[in-house]
């Protein structure tokens, strides 16, 4: 059964340093998610993307985030200074025409 | 205000017995989705069930089934005959507007069910 991959399982990296996120969407799932879960709290929408461009961002996702699609298959997201209050399980969420929205497994991002 | 909640932190349940996860959720919007996700210690989140707010009747998958009430703005999960697996933390999560807006989901902060052999 396709399914959504991350890459890393688990990203270390010191406060101020920039970090991408990789995901590899279903193939042929044409709206793509970024979420994030701090740790113990509950899931929130960061960005969705479409057609090649952001549809929709939250108040989270500021200036130091980016997303790109740089190729038909891979999904990421950077954050180009890292915070402390950065780290959470980060998820990547794809979906077709239909409306579920299929999860990736999660990086979980650890600001130090 | 908040668009989800899901009032029970935790629940514990007999092994094999049934369990109601309550949520409720706040949407003017006449179209929108309502989700439920599982996530297991592992911390991936697993998709349960959908409920489209005008789909006539309640959605059934498997063991899962959502009692979707529409007037009191609720749309509780049950799982029949629980098994050990489905001990995890629960989140319901709603769509807002037409199928062909983004769609992105927003979450309640869940319900972690523990089922006792």
């Known amino acids: 059964e396709p399914e959504v991959t991350q890459t890393p399982s688990h990203q270390v990296t010191q406060m101020g340093q920039e970090v991408i996120l990789h995901c590899v969407p279903i193939s042929n799932h044409l709206y793509f998610y970024w979420y994030r879960q701090i740790l113990g709290q509950k899931v929130e929408f960061l960005v969705s993307f479409y057609n090649n461009e952001i549809s929709e961002k939250s108040e989270i996702f500021d200036d130091q985030f980016s997303v790109e699609r740089p190729d038909g298959s891979n999904f990421t997201l950077k954050i180009r200074s890292t915070k402390l209050e950065d780290s959470a399980m980060y998820f990547c969420a794809s979906r077709q025409a239909g409306f579920e929205q299929y999860f990736g497994p999660g990086t979980r991002l650890t600001v130090t | 205000a908040q668009k989800i909640t899901q009032t029970q932190p935790g629940m514990f349940v007999q092994e094999k017995e049934a369990v109601t996860l309550d949520c409720t959720y706040d949407t003017s919007d006449p179209s929108y989705g309502l989700f439920w996700y599982k996530q297991p210690s592992s911390g991936e989140m697993i998709f349960l069930i959908y409920?489209?707010?005008?789909?006539?009747q309640n959605a059934t998958e498997g063991r899962y089934s959502l009692n979707f009430q529409k007037a009191r703005k609720s749309a509780n999960l049950v799982i029949s005959a629980s098994q050990l697996g489905d001990s995890a933390m629960y989140f319901c999560?709603?769509?807002?507007?037409?199928?062909?807006?983004?769609?992105?989901?927003?979450f309640g902060k869940g319900t972690k069910l523990s089922v006792k052999p």
């Open positions: 999560a709603m769509r807002e507007g037409q199928l062909r807006s983004q769609g992105n989901l927003i």
């Open positions: 409920q489209g707010s005008y789909d006539q």
